[in-house]
């Protein structure tokens, strides 16, 4: 299970909305353990996808990811995932999500920002097999 | 030996050690050792292809392999590499 934090959502939702009509994207950091994991901040990064197609498609560069990281070991926290927006779209990951995930285990949190109003926050994770995205219990405040 | 800072997920394939110290002269040789030592970590890092996964970043030194000379890239034994997802989606 995934619990997100008062001050992490608000740090999602915030960069959803400030990013609209675009996608906005980032890093959830937090702690891990068998229990399941707790975002603590999210950490906004680049949309570095061409800005004509932002409205529904995002990348983030591996050496923002790098400085990500680094943050997170500055602050003694983990990569749990990565959050972003869809605008006007439902909170469920896209075909493109899916193409292009990376690993199991990471949470990958998406929130509806309808007409510039975050709404509603789910979370997925990917198979082991990588077939396919499932719903992660998630916790919030 | 260079070590291999391993990422939060891909823990579980390394006995949950976040660093894993390695041998070999280049890129290539060390992430095959990597590899040997933890089998399990094979399918995270490669395509059916043997190609690295396209989100598969290697940094050494806080530098990205790929723009250096990729798995040709020589390493130091006081060499620290990471390996880091880059992201997309829709």
New interface residues.
């Given amino acids: 299970m995934l619990t997100i934090t008062q001050g992490a959502l608000g740090a999602i939702q915030a960069h959803g909305e400030a990013a609209y009509p675009n996608?906005g994207?980032g890093l959830l950091l937090g702690t891990?353990d068998g229990e399941g994991k707790t975002a603590v901040t999210a950490l906004p990064l680049p949309n570095t996808?061409a800005p004509d197609e932002q409205a529904?498609?995002?990348?983030?560069?591996?050496?923002d990811?790098?400085r990500g990281?680094k943050e997170a070991a500055r602050l003694g926290l983990?990569?749990?995932g990565?959050f972003?927006s869809h605008p006007d779209h439902p909170a469920e990951?896209?075909?493109?999500?899916h193409e292009?995930?990376?690993?199991?285990?990471?949470s990958?949190v998406i929130t509806t920002v309808a007409r510039g109003r975050a709404t509603v926050t789910r979370s997925w994770q990917l198979r082991e097999d990588r077939s396919a995205f499932d719903e992660e219990r998630v916790q919030l405040p | 030996m260079t070590t291999i800072r391993i990422p939060t997920p891909l823990r579980p394939y390394t006995n949950s050690q976040a660093e894993i110290a390695v041998s070999g002269e280049t890129v290539g040789a060390v992430l095959g050792d990597l590899t040997r030592q933890h089998p399990g970590l094979r399918q995270h890092l490669y395509a059916e292809s043997g190609e690295l996964r396209a989100f598969v970043n290697v940094f050494l030194n806080d530098e990205d392999v790929r723009h250096i000379r990729g798995a040709e890239t020589p390493v130091k034994d006081t060499d620290r590499l990471m390996i880091v997802p880059s992201i997309a989606g829709g």
């Fill in positions: 996608e994207v891990a996808w529904n498609r995002y990348q983030v560069t591996g050496v990811m790098l990281e983990d990569v749990l990565f972003h990951p896209s075909r493109w999500d292009w995930a990376t690993w199991p285990w990471y990958y």
